[in-house]
């Protein structure tokens, strides 16, 4: 049985309240709906009081959208640490605030060198490091922060590549009749430099999850690791990418009878450790995230240009207060905010989900994007859109990776109203999400949900260590009376947020995910026009 402090005190209380199980239960679920005897309500209360979840807090709403009638409810109030369904209030946002119609750019400028020899205003060494250089022509990527941009999923998804990509930047550069290029500027000024944010776990800041997040992005700012064996003893053979001369590398592994391959990067640098043994090749690389994006970019693409015969002579990040000249357009990469938001939600993609709040910022205070502008940008949003109730909510970052974010299962269930009852883009919203056994992550790696609620519930997963979030729509089909008493179907939507934090061993992830799972069916089976007898329940 979950325990009495665990489901009816404040979260982070240091106050128990102790009443016996049975009065507590009846204070604070007694206002629910009930259908008959055995409503929906106890059903749900049954069903996670009999779960064996220890002191695990346990929040959440459910809320039929046809008539705002609120069909269960667990301290719906209590703040919790959402993990990934943050990227619900997100993307949400980014809808609001950039508009449906948004696209990231970045583009790609030119203009011949002695227009920086005559307007440079660097320090005194780059200004004699310039003269000395022979004019040619000056290059400059203008970055948006677009997360998506050479992003594999996305490429895959529209039968390119990202060697296809860079031929068309190198294509437009000899195009314009560029034969050496002086100086590759990257301008990723839209956003600030605080490429990790500070409450992220430091010890897994090389896995994907926890990619940088910078003005300028590129292959979602990771590696791709591939490790072969070779003879027994010796090292295996390792093949990086996109790769460039500022990954620098250390192989320790060895070929051995196991597989417990390895990699770890130097914080503040491009320096790869890999350890371990190698058994198999894999099917799939293992991924690493970069230092600095915006410069591993430039080199990338200085050392393309370099091998298709144009030479670069220097890469350098523009300065925060340098100006240059507008120059030529020579090419633009865009990725729509609606394929964004739906990278972001499907496959829980963190750093579209960072890249976005970040540029909301910027679009809401014309500063550099950071995490507090960016924050402040979607506690406004919360408030113009749901009221100053939201002022519960905190906000440190984007994704949910930050266990500093704080949300309410009524906040998130409020939100998701909003959003279905907006026309212009409750289905752009609706259909961003993961789709129960369809696609996104209640799909991949492992189906989740009964298949007679395949394509019918749309929903953000949601999992940091001791965490565990489910949040979004159930569509069902149910059975109206007319006037004339004959039966016609329409289709019902309910909004839900379960919300799960601190349970610990002996209870786990996959006794989470199983509880939300059977929350649904119930709901689903309680609303449905067939009889749940019919289901085997």
Known sequence: MISCKSLFTGHGSTRRQWLPVVAIFALAWAPAALAGPRGIQSRIVDLVRGSNLGETDVSLLVMDLSNGQKLARIRPNNPMIPASNMKLITTAAALHTLGADFVFRTELRAFPGHALQSDYRGTKKARSNATKTPYGHVLVVHGDGDPGLADPKLLASHGDNIEKMLDRWIDAIKNAGIKRVTHLYVNDRVFDQQFVHPTWPRSQLHHWYCAQVAGVNFYTNCLDVYAQPTKPGQHPRITIFPTTKLVKTQNLAVTGRIDTFGISRHLGSNRLLF????????????????????????????????????????????????????????????????SVITRCNKDSQNLF??????????????????????????????????????????????????????????????????????????????????????DGTLANPKPRMSQRLAG??????????????????????DVAENGGGVSSDKQRVVAFSLLFN????????????????????????????????????
Do not use: C
């Open 275 to 338: 350890t371990g043994k190698v058994r198999h090749a894999r099917n799939k690389p293992f991924n690493v995230t970069v230092h600095d994006p915006p410069m591993v970019f430039g080199h990338l693409l200085a050392e393309a240009l370099h091998r298709a015969g144009v030479p670069v002579s220097r890469v350098d990040r523009v300065e925060l207060d340098r100006a240059l000249p507008a120059g030529t357009l020579l090419h633009v990469e865009q990725t729509p905010l609606t």
């Open 353 to 438: 989900a960072e890249a976005l709040i970040k540029r909301m910022g910027h679009t809401f205070t014309g500063a550099p994007g950071s995490w507090p502008n960016g924050a402040a940008a979607v506690r406004q949003f919360l408030v113009d859109t749901l009221g100053s109730h939201t002022a519960v909510v905190s906000i440190a970052d984007g994704s949910g990776l930050s266990r500093d974010n704080l949300i309410t299962a009524h906040v998130l269930v409020e939100l998701l109203a909003v959003m279905h009852r907006d026309k212009s883009l409750s289905d752009v919203y609706r259909q961003s999400l993961s789709i129960a056994r369809v």
């Open 456 to 477: 019918r519930v749309f929903a953000k997963t949601g999992y940091i260590n001791r965490v565990s979030a489910l949040s979004g729509y159930l569509v069902t089909n």
């Open 502 to 537: 601190g349970f610990r061993p002996p209870v786990y992830v996959p006794q989470i995910k199983l509880v939300q799972d059977n929350i649904i069916e119930l709901i689903d089976k309680h609303l449905s026009r067939t009889p749940a007898a019919s289901y085997g329940g």
